[in-house]
Structure formats: structure tokens, C-alpha cells
């Protein structure tokens, strides 16, 4: 903690990984001797960078940018680059720390890392928003590249700003180098799904707990939180699958639609119009809007699914008794770490079925290894094919954290069987490549 100061973020993701090492160091003292816990906590490389650009009034605009190349024992490093003015480096560092281990466990040979700016994209004109992309992408394109890094989407980052950042890079290198960034457009070199895929793959993720509880999402009630990527296709899995999605957010407020949300106006209002929640309120009768103001939260709205998908420590241990006290039985993290370690206790102590994010929302960049693959191959696949290539993925992790959580003595314990498989894929990478 000493060594990095202030990374509120970066240290409790690191403490959330190593509660769950105690067996794994017992039974494996090798990992000790080659200070694999040490060495796997510090990024191989943090880059910061400064990004200048001039707005609509011609003014200069300064911004940050970074980019943590966190661990490459397994494969390039791969994680999302995220814009949104709270971004410093302790939130990119937490978001690659975790992506190491997420990466893993889809079994895809990607290593881990994140980047991001604390650009706020938010009002911004589309001319804006490609001018800094331009800039951000001048600094970041000579760290970045099919065999060392590939960056992808995250909050803030959707298919405009990786075509103005794949652009900017394809026009510097005079190279069109497909592999360097993944969440490209279906046009030029995207796979279908991926827009879909960490959401669906969520989904797909609660679907297997409630499996081997006997249940479905057949007649069940969700709520989402977030009304972005993930949030908008985790709904629209959940409701395929039979569920009714009565709520979802973003950082102005929440809506509740009794009847289940209309997932053709909520893309209206956030992807097309890029409005504000309240937006979808009015244009529907079924539905009404609460205020962030208010003090609400959309975890008091009862359901028996809860799916976490904005961002980080979104949901308290308050917000977690709400939820067990109306009857939620399954959480499934969509987003990065947006349960505290508080209610992450309150759902153990309640019994609730928690999946934590590493495993539950690792189809996002599972897709984006399968699109990586589709590029290498100059080829391209059908919707249905990659999407049962995510599904058979999503299945195979959930197996894979409960089969590890038996072995290390924690019977259905989603945490610790995730933790304790992606750590033991790494380290074993690490201990076989060397000191390095
Ligand atoms: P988007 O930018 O598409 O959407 C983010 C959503 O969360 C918006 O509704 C936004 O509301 C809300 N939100 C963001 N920050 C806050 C905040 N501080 N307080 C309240 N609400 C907030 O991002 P994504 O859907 O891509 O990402 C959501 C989460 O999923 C993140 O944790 C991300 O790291 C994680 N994730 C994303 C993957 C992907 O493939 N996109 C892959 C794996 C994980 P508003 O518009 O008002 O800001």
C-alpha cells in the first residue's frame, strides 16, 4: 500500500484478490519463492501522457491519458481504454490488476492491462470528441500493436471513439493493422456480438448459477444499473430469456417500468440522442423517473436478479441489505468491482448467489480474443456462431470457478474459485517464463 499512495481503488481490487490466496500459498510455496504475489501486483509498465486538443471555440483543452501494461505472461496485453473525468491512475490500475486475471479465465492467451483518460465525452460535439481521440491515439500508438497491446472499449469508449482512434492509428503507421484495437465496426474488421457480448455474457453467467439452483430466468424480475454497453445488453438477454426487466440507471437517476423496459427506446435515448434517463420517462407511460438527487438508488426497487453494470462501488452494503430484504437471491457484477467488500459480506451472509465481475463480465473480452481470431484469419463469423462460441466461454468459466472453489475449500464460493483459478493460470506462466 506504502508503494502506491492514494490508489483507494487499486488496493481494495488487490485485497479482494489476495483474501482468497491463503490455500493457494499453502499448497503451492513455490509461488512464494519466485515472489510471484509481489511481482504479479506491479504493472510492467505504466505510461502517462499528456493530450492536448482544441474544442468547437478553438480553445486549448488539456486532458491525461495512460495506458497500464499490467502483466504479459500470458499473451499481449488486452483491456479496454476508458474516458470519464473520474479516471486517475489508481482506477486504471485497479481495472488492469483485474483484467489479468479476468483474461485468464476465459482461457484466451491475452495478458492484461487498461487505459483511459479523464476526458469527459459527455457534451462534447462528435468533432470534439475525434480531435481528442487524434491526440490521445498520437502518444498511445507507439506503445500499442497486434503482438504487445491491444485496447478496446470501456465506459465512455464505444464504436465512434474506437473508429476515431483505429483511424488516427491506421493514418501514423501507415499500416491497417485490424488486430491493434478490438469493439471495431462490423465494416472494418469488428465481430458481430462483441457490442453485445459483455452483457450477453453476463446473462449467459447468471443463467448457469441459476441452472445449478434448479431455476431460470424464465418469469423472473431483473434490475440493471447503468444504462450504457453492458446494461442495455444484459437486459436484452435477460428479457430473451423469459425474465421482466423492471429497472435501470445511469448517473442522473433511475427508472422503474413495471411492465419491462423497451429496450428500442432506451437505445433511442442513450445511443442515438445520447439523452439523459428522464428522456425514456417521458416518452413512456408505463415508466417514472427518480432522481440521483433524491437519494434513491435503483437497488430499492425489489426484483429477484440484480445485475450491477454501471461502474465502480456503486452498490454499498445498505444498498445490499435492500436488496435481501426484498428477496434477491442471485448478483451477477456486469460492471468492474461494483459491489464494496461490504456488500459483497452481506450477500454471503445471505445466502445470495454473488458473482463477481472477473468472471461474470469476462465475454466482453472473451469477444474481443474471438474477434483478434477473425482478424488474424482474415475472416469473418455468423451471429449465431460467435455468439455460441460466447456462450460455451461463459459456461466454461462459471464451471471452472466452481470445480476450483471445491478444490480449495470453498464449495460454491464464486469469489474465491475466481480469484483462485485466474491467479493459479498466471503465476504458473510467470513461474515457467522466469524472472522477468
Ligand atoms: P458505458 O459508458 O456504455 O455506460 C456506463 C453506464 O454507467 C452509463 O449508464 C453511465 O451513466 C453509468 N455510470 C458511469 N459512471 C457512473 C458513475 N460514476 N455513477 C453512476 N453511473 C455511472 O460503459 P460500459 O457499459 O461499457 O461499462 C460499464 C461497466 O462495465 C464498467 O465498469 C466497465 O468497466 C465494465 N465492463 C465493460 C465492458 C465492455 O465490454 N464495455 C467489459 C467488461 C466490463 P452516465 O451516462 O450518466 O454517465
Avoid at 47 to 54: G, N, S
Avoid at 129 to 157: K, N, W
Wanted: proline share 4%.
Amino acid at each position: 500500500l506504502a508503494r502506491n499512495p492514494g490508489e483507494a481503488e487499486f488496493h481494495q481490487a488487490t485485497r479482494e484478490l489476495l483474501d482468497s490466496l491463503g490455500p493457494v500459498v499453502a499448497r503451492h510455496p513455490e509461488y512464494t519463492d519466485a515472489a510471484i504475489i509481489r511481482r504479479v501486483c506491479e504493472p510492467e509498465r505504466q505510461i502517462i501522457f499528456r493530450v492536448p486538443w482544441v474544442d468547437d471555440a478553438g480553445q486549448v483543452q488539456l486532458n491525461r491519458g495512460f495506458r497500464v501494461e499490467f502483466n504479459s505472461a500470458l499473451g499481449p496485453y488486452k483491456g479496454g481504454l476508458r474516458f470519464h473525468p473520474s479516471v486517475y491512475l489508481g482506477i486504471i490500475k485497479f481495472l488492469g490488476f483485474e483484467q489479468i486475471f479476468k483474461n485468464a479465465l476465459t482461457g484466451m492467451p491475452i495478458g492484461g492491462g487498461k487505459g483511459g483518460s479523464d476526458f469527459d465525452p459527455k457534451g462534447r460535439s462528435d468533432a470534439e470528441v475525434m480531435r481528442f481521440c487524434q491526440s490521445f491515439m498520437t502518444e498511445l500508438y507507439r506503445h500499442i500493436g497486434e503482438y504487445t497491446d491491444v485496447p478496446a472499449g470501456d465506459i465512455g469508449v464505444g464504436g465512434r471513439e474506437i473508429g476515431y482512434l483505429f483511424g488516427q492509428y491506421k493514418r501514423i503507421t501507415n499500416r491497417y493493422e485490424s488486430g491493434v484495437l478490438t469493439g471495431k465496426g462490423i465494416g472494418w474488421g469488428g465481430s458481430l456480438v462483441r457490442t453485445e457480448a459483455t452483457g450477453y455474457g453476463t446473462v449467459f453467467f447468471a443463467g448457469e448459477i441459476l441452472k445449478a439452483r434448479g431455476s431460470s430466468f424464465d418469469g423472473k424480475t431483473v434490475v440493471v444499473s447503468g444504462s450504457g454497453n453492458v446494461a442495455t445488453y444484459a437486459a436484452e438477454k435477460a428479457a430473451a430469456l423469459g425474465a421482466t426487466v423492471i429497472a435501470c440507471s445511469d448517473s442522473s437517476g433511475y427508472v422503474v417500468d413495471e411492465k419491462g423496459l423497451d429496450l428500442d427506446l432506451l437505445k433511442e435515448v442513450k445511443q442515438v440522442r445520447r439523452e439523459r434517463l428522464s428522456s425514456y420517462a417521458e416518452a413512456r407511460e408505463s415508466a417514472r423517473f427518480v432522481a440521483t438527487t433524491t437519494g434513491g438508488a435503483v437497488w430499492d426497487v425489489p426484483c429477484d436478479i440484480a445485475l450491477p453494470c454501471a461502474t465502480q462501488n456503486e452498490l454499498d452494503g445498505d444498498h445490499a441489505l435492500a436488496l435481501v430484504r426484498n428477496g434477491c437471491t442471485v448478483v451477477a457484477e456486469g460492471a468492474n468491482m461494483p459491489c464494496t467488500p461490504e456488500a459483497v459480506k452481506v450477500f454471503a451472509e445471505a445466502g445470495v448467489a454473488f458473482a463477481p465481475g472477473k468472471a461474470a463480465n469476462a465475454g466482453g473480452v472473451a469477444t474481443s480474443a474471438l474477434e483478434m481470431q477473425q482478424n488474424a484469419s482474415r475472416d469473418s463469423w455468423s451471429f449465431a456462431h460467435t455468439e455460441a462460441r460466447l456462450e460455451e466461454i461463459m459456461v466454461g468459466i462459471h464451471a471452472r470457478c466452481l470445480e476450483t472453489a471445491d478444490t480449495y475449500g470453498a464449495p460454491g464460493n464464486y469469489v474465491a474459485g475466481a480469484n483462485i483459478a485466474g491467479f493459479i493460470q498466471v503465476a504458473d506462466a510467470m513461474l515457467a517464463l522466469g524472472v522477468i
